[in-house]
């Protein structure tokens, strides 16, 4: 839950930090700002691991609803108590750790029924690791990403809310679908083929088209009102006359090319690189303890 070294490699202003943190979280305990207290605490316990900021600390997370933290918090206080020969503090983590343990909501995360090599299960940030499948675990009431996967299948992931008092919270992690990474790429592919055609069709006709307008124009200014040689104005109108009719045509299947090649990526189906699970079992349950 938390990373920090022995008091005996806190640097002086490290215990100057600590010290000040664990101060404005009291200070902000004695206002009734919990919720603001705790991050204090939290960062003091970083510093320097004592045992008066963990009994702090996991009162803090009480009194905000973080039933599990707090119960963690506790149980590591008694720890830290037990071993320093402080029997009274460890008296009372305990027995504010028993009461928690009563009230503590709890979630199980089931395996898949086929479980895959390399298989990575995280609860928001948290690994869980495999032998914790299956074990009801204490966790703070609110929402829950639940997350898993493995190399070569589609993710797997779903949000759970977990209420208070007890409750007990399942869910099942469904069998990991095979990834498809190609899943598409035949038809992106045939996509950019026609597209590429439909481009290249309307370079080809807007050319031929330039190219008319430029004979239609050297008729104009050869020949004008003035009969030209024999057969010679007609053969340029004809000349004119036909690539006009050729730019019309391949700029019009160049421009239905590129509708085709549009539409085929756009309807590509997606590759399937994770999915989002909308089917999970929450069932709030009080301990027959509470």
């Known amino acids: ?31 009734g700002r919990a919720a603001d207290a705790c991050p204090k605490f939290a960062a003091s316990l970083q510093l320097d691991p004592a045992l008066g900021t963990l009994l702090n600390l996991g009162d803090c997370y009480e009194r905000t609803g973080k039933t599990a933290s707090a119960l963690a918090m506790f149980r590591e206080a008694a ?9 009274r503090r460890a008296a009372e983590a305990e027995k504010r750790a028993a009461g928690l343990d009563r009230r503590v909501s709890k979630l ?59 409750a007990q919270v399942t869910v099942q992690i469904a069998n990991l679908e095979p990834a498809d990474t190609q899943r598409g790429d035949g038809q992106r592919s045939a996509a950019l083929i026609v597209g590429g055609i439909g481009v290249a069709g309307v370079l080809a006709g807007s050319l031929l088209s330039l190219r008319a307008t430029s004979k239609w ?3 104009d200014s050869r020949c004008g009102d003035t009969p030209c ?22 700029v019009g299947v160049g421009v239905v090319g590129l509708a085709a090649g549009c539409v085929l990526w756009w309807t590509a189906p997606a590759r399937r690189e994770s999915s989002t699970s909308t089917s999970l079992s929450v069932v709030p349950a009080v301990s027959s303890g509470a």
Do not use: C, N
């Not at 299956?134 to 898993?148: K, N, R, S």
């Not at 024999?230 to 045509?249: F, R």
């Open 229 to 250: 040689a024999s057969g010679t104005k007609q053969d340029m109108v004809d000349e004119a006359t036909t690539d006009s009719k050729i730019a019309t045509v391949t």
């Open 79 to 87: 720890r830290v108590a037990r071993a320093s020969g402080d029997g």
């Open 108 to 166: 199980t995360i089931l395996a898949p029924a086929s479980v895959p090599a390399g298989l990575v299960v995280r609860r928001g940030a948290s690994l869980i690791e495999g032998g914790a499948l299956g074990i009801p675990t204490p966790v703070d009431p609110g929402h829950h990403l639940i997350e898993a996967e493995a190399p070569g299948h589609v993710a797997w992931r779903t949000m759970i809310e977990v209420r208070e008092d007890a």
């Open 1 to 31: 839950m938390w990373v920090a070294g022995g008091a005996g490699s806190l640097s002086a202003a490290e215990a100057v930090t600590a010290e000040t943190l664990f101060s404005e979280g009291r200070g902000l305990m004695a206002e």
């Open 217 to 219: 124009q050297d008729v």
